[in-house]
């Protein structure tokens, strides 16, 4: 298979994945993707599928760039000092922002004060989208305790923001 058919057989997988881990549409790091699987055919081994090898391939540029020094200032300019983003609505009135950024406080610090094998769970799943077998293999136990986990902490959330909801 030459470079131009692996593009276009895992474009839609290899785009799919930069939006589901940066949040957002990058053709830079779809070219980066595809610039490293090029430098890199020669080390690619049959062990697995070329699919899954270039989806490993594009999770780790696109964490790369979300780790690079760009990524983190444009965040520190444009970040709230509270976890989650406000959305902007040029209707909210200055007591509409208050609660809201209320609200977001005391979310965050319900997630703060979970027990931290739940916190991270939460975080993991929740916050960042992974998958429940994704987070199993992250920290290494079977799915079944990942889900347990979830639930625990979403039924202690409920109870802590219970008020919110």
Known sequence: MNLKEIIKANKENVRNIIKLISGEQNEDLEQEVYLKVWKNADKYEERGSIKSWISTITKNVTKDYLKSSV??????????????????DK??????????????????????NLKPKFKEVVLYCEVYGHTYEECAQKY??????????LFNAKKQLAQELEDLI
């Not at 922002?97 to 005391?106: A, E, F, G, P, Y």
């Not at 290494?140 to 986990?149: E, F, Q």
């Open 140 to 149: 290494k136990c079977p799915v079944g305790t990942i889900k347990s986990r």
């Open 71 to 88: 990524v983190k200032h444009e965040k520190l300019i444009n970040e709230d000092d509270n976890t989650f983003d406000v959305i902007k």
């Open 91 to 112: 209707k909210q009135t200055p007591e509409l922002r208050l609660v809201t950024n209320d609200r977001q406080k005391r979310i965050t610090q319900a997630i703060n």
